[in-house]
Structures are given as C-alpha cells and as structure tokens.
C-alpha cells in the first residue's frame, strides 16, 4: 500500500477510535449507575456522551494552544530564528502544505513536537537542544517527520484521544473509588436491584476499558510513527538524515531533566519524536508510545 492510501486510511481509522473511545467511557458510566442505581444508568450515560462530544469539539479547536503552553513553547519569527524559520518553511514547500508556525521550547533535552487540527491551522516545536545538536539535513528531517504527521491528519487523531483516553483513565478512577467505598451502601439503599452478574459485568468494564483504550492508543501511535518516518523520507528523498536524528536523540535521552524542564508530562509525551519520558526508547512493549529507535532506524536505513 502506497503512502497516500496509508494517508487515506488513516483519516477513516481516526473516526473509528473516536467512537471507539466515546464508546468506552459511555460503557463505564453505564456500567457504574447499574451498579449504583439501575433506574439512573441511561440518564448518566446520555450526559456522558454529551459531555464527550462537547470535549472533543473543545479540543478539536483549541487542543494545540493547549499543547504548545504545556511544553512552555514560545512563538518565534522568521527575524529572531531565521535558521528554524527557513528550514521550516522549505520542509513546507517540499510537503506541499502551509509553513506551519514555528515556536523553540527552552530546554537542553533535544526533542520535537508538531500541532494543530488540519495543515492550515498547525505548529512546529523543537527544542533549543535539538537545534544546537542536529545539523542540517538532520534537523530537516525531524521538521519533516513533524509535518508528516500533520499532512497525515495524525495531529488531529493525537490530540483527541490524549484527551478521550484521558478522560476515561480519571473517569474510571473516580467511579472506582466511588463504587467500593459508596457503592455497596448505594445498592442498599436501591433495595438491591442491582443483578450481581451485571456488578460482576460493570466491575469487569470498569477496570478493564481504560487498559483496552490505552494499549489501543499505543499500537496506532506506533504505526503511525512508521508511517511519518516514511513519509519524511519521501518528502526529502534522503531517509539517512532523519535516521541520523533518531540515533543522536537516542543517545542523548535525558527523562529525568524532561521532567525536571517541566515540558513534557504523560498527557503530551506521546506526541513527540521520541518520548522523552521513557527509559526504554529501545525496547517495544504494549504500552510503548513509539517504535524502538533501533526498529526506525533500520526501517529507514532500508528505503
């Protein structure tokens, strides 16, 4: 399958994991009021489903600003980074989208990030590390990775489900703790009406629904990690310099000063470069947020 059907299918997959995660989280609060209280269970699920369309037409629009205030990333011009700037809007032309805005996030730590909900609306973060390591072409093909993912409407699906599955970790959390330290003494009170096998049922969805919605939102963020990595390799016909790029950012993965720089955090992790947060860049496991560096590399040392 070529690029541009990838592209194609990707867009159709992002509706599905959308309704695939409002599912989940409708499912818990279902399950929980039978628990609690049967004769309230669709009440609180059609508001949960009100509530989690109004939350993703909220971040649908105002996700990246949110994004790039987390990262603590500055806006930057053409004037005070004319080396970004330029390298930026060239990866544009040869992508075939709008130069997306530019912003630095002041930290040693060398990462990436890219935003925004369509090509007309979107960003490009790099850190002050990443443009003090990388030279040319291996800063041209981490803007270009970046704007892979934005041409593939992966920014779009990212920054949604950051915040569905989000959602459903805290909302699970809460109903949990609400349903073994209330719950009981709520079933009491309902004249026990509950089914126990439904209990057993909403017990099961309960825990269960908010690890089902995160190793689902692994898997397709690494393949879409593959897919940008190809993509940006096309884009500039020359896949050696972005894996030059993954190889030093290997090498210089630094989770605890990440942490400390106080720009990424588990919400926004996932949607850089490489995570850096993880102590395992190298390794692949169900929860991983991106391919090992050592899988990429070989992937594009091979194209």
Not at 13 to 31: D, N, R
Not at 127 to 141: I, V, Y
Request: hydrophobic share 50%; glycine share 8%; aromatic share 10%.
């Amino acid at each position: 399958m070529g690029i541009y059907q990838q592209i194609q299918r990707n867009k159709r997959k992002t509706y599905v994991f959308l309704a695939f995660f409002i599912f989940l989280i409708v499912a818990v609060v279902y399950a929980t009021g039978i628990m609690l209280d049967p004769g309230t269970a669709y009440v609180f699920a059609t508001i949960a489903f009100i509530f989690t369309l109004v939350g993703s037409f909220f971040s649908y629009y105002y996700s990246d600003k949110i994004l790039l205030k987390m990262a603590k990333a500055r806006p930057v011009s053409k004037k005070k980074e004319p080396y970004l700037y330029h390298t930026i809007e060239g990866v544009a032309i040869a992508a075939g989208i709008p130069t997306p805005k530019a912003y630095v996030i002041e930290t040693d730590v060398p990462n990436a990030f890219a935003t925004g909900r369509n090509p007309d609306n979107s960003a490009v973060a790099v850190t002050r590390g990443l443009m003090n390591m990388l030279n040319r072409e291996e800063l041209e093909g981490v803007v270009a990775h970046e704007m892979a993912h934005i041409k593939n409407y992966d920014i779009l699906f990212a920054t949604l489900v950051v915040v569905l599955a989000g959602t459903l970790v805290y909302l699970s959390f809460i109903l949990r703790n609400a349903f073994f330290f209330g719950g009981m003494r709520g079933g009491r009170r309902g004249g026990g009406k509950a089914n126990p096998i439904i209990m057993i049922v909403g017990i099961i969805t309960i825990v269960l629904a908010p690890i089902a919605a995160k190793i689902v939102q692994m898997a397709v963020s690494r393949n879409r990690e593959y897919l940008a990595d190809a993509t940006a390799a096309n884009t500039l016909g020359y896949p050696l310099g972005l894996a030059s790029a993954l190889e030093k950012l290997g090498k210089h993965s630094n989770p605890a000063k990440a942490q400390k720089d106080g720009f990424a955090n588990e919400a926004n992790a996932g949607l850089f470069i490489v995570n850096p947060l993880s102590k395992r860049i190298n390794v692949n496991s169900l929860f991983s947020t991106h391919p090992s560096i050592e899988q990429r590399v070989a992937k594009l040392k091979n194209m």
